[in-house]
């Protein structure tokens, strides 16, 4: 999967600076088999990213979740996430052209993939991940 941004020029848009939509994730593929699954992330962007794996619940779409004074959704009921740089887990971020990784084991279902640093969410850094029964 791949996280990019417009880059440092971006303004405008509420916490931390960002104007709606200026920012993307996509997942290549976005429906994968349940069981394990490892998501690795490529931040093709000028920022720091990272990616975060929520179940969606039902009835929700992707980018419907509500975020606080800082630009941040709430993040319980997180499976995981890819944040450090080089590496697998959680850290500080991935820095620009550097990858991450995560290894999962997801059950069926509907999940959202999200960056949520501050403002990130809101401009549009979340994707839908399907997980197919076997």
Known sequence: MTAGD???GMM????GGYGMRMMRLAAHPAV??????SLRVLNTGALTHEVIVLPLPPGQGIGERPTGPHGKIDEAG??????RSCGAG????IAPGATAWTTLTLPPGRYELVCNLPGHYMAGMYTELDVTGK
């Open 12 to 15: 405008g848009g509420g916490p």
């Open 6 to 8: 417009m880059g440092q």
């Open 32 to 37: 994968v088999p349940s069981g394990v699954t």
């Open 90 to 93: 959680t850290g500080d971020g």
């Open 78 to 83: 997180s499976l995981g996430e890819a944040s």
